[in-house]
């Protein structure tokens, strides 16, 4: 079997004629309505509240600058066929509350030749997210972490429970050296009327470090219903740790697969700085 001529001097080109393919045609852009003027998006300037970016037209001959007047709230559909000389510019955002969190949600809006604002795309802001989580907080709690790092990652946890509260975001806590401590579970943090106050009785443990170990007991039960874990939620596993496996029998190999297997993202926080080692936290995990 021998393979086809492509034809002399036709390697590496485009062996159809032009009459075949045509080349592109490429038309013109609509000339700006102000040939003296430009518009400049500044979407890191800071405004009054928590309002972020603005438009400028700016005159390019004296370089004068006056701001565009748009508006982040809500407008009808775009026109099906808006003017040809009607300009599409962004670069604001919009401040959204979404429980103790502020969203910065970016917009567009198309102006008419008097830089007069007609539509905002997108038309509305979107929801916030309203799909649950279920967090998962493994502290290291060996002799290689310090009273002042083991303090500092109880104040950690202590901000992040406080930025989720008014979300459907439910947290447990684990703390692993040579075992594993349940401090409290998904169950405990709900009914709670100060999940917070859940985090005075934490004592460090101190002794080895098997992280892989600890990793896979958590994911065995803390994400189980009898632990309050729901069945429809984000499953998140957050790791703070010195990077330093000590006197473990598992390999973290061995336990990615499992968290794989049940659809648990999983992240990697460092205390200061991580140990040198020669089997460190797996490098696909966000840290």
């Known amino acids: 079997m021998t393979a ?42 800071r405004g009054a509240g928590n309002k972020m970016g603005t438009i400028y037209r700016c005159r390019h001959r004296s370089g004068k600058c006056q ?22 510019a962004c670069g604001p955002t919009v401040p959204q509350a979404c429980g103790e969190n502020i ?29 649950s989580s279920d967090v998962v907080l493994l ?13 500092t990652m109880k104040t950690f946890i202590a901000e992040v429970m406080k930025r989720f509260k008014g979300t459907d975001t439910q947290f447990a806590l684990s703390q692993f050296s040579d075992i594993v401590l349940n401090h409290f579970d998904f169950n405990t943090f709900r009914s709670s009327q100060d999940p917070i106050a859940l985090l005075k009785h934490v004592r460090q443990r101190q002794r080895s470090t098997r992280t892989a170990t600890a990793i896979w007991k958590v994911l065995m039960e ?9 069945e429809d939620a984000n499953k998140i596993l957050i790791v703070i740790t010195d990077g330093k496996k000590y006197d473990d029998n598992l390999e973290y ?5 499992l968290a794989d297997k049940m659809g648990v993202t999983r992240y990697a926080i460092g205390v200061r700085d991580l140990h040198a080692q020669s089997d460190p936290p797996p490098s696909s995990w966000p840290s």
């Not at 803390?222 to 729901?230: D, K, N, W």
């Not at 190999?253 to 697969?257: A, D, K, L, Y």
Request: charged fraction near 20%; include cysteine; glycine fraction near 8%.
């Open 139 to 151: 502290i290291d709690g060996s002799g290689s972490i310090d009273n002042y790092d083991f303090s």
């Open 253 to 257: 190999s061995e336990v990615i697969p």
């Open 103 to 131: 969203h910065l949600n970016g917009f567009c809006v198309l102006l008419d030749t008097n830089l007069q604002q007609l539509q905002r795309i997108p038309a509305a802001q979107p929801e916030c997210p309203k799909r």
């Open 4 to 45: 086809g001529k492509v034809g002399r001097g036709t390697w590496g080109r485009n062996p159809c004629p032009s009459s075949v393919v045509p080349p592109p045609k490429i038309l013109p852009l609509p000339p700006f309505p102000h040939p003296d003027r430009v518009l400049v998006g500044a979407p890191l300037q």
């Open 222 to 230: 803390m994400f189980s219903r009898a632990r309050g874990a729901r």
């Open 67 to 88: 701001e565009v007047p748009v508006t982040g709230e809500s407008s009808p559909p775009p026109k099906k066929n808006p003017p040809k000389l009607d300009i599409w």
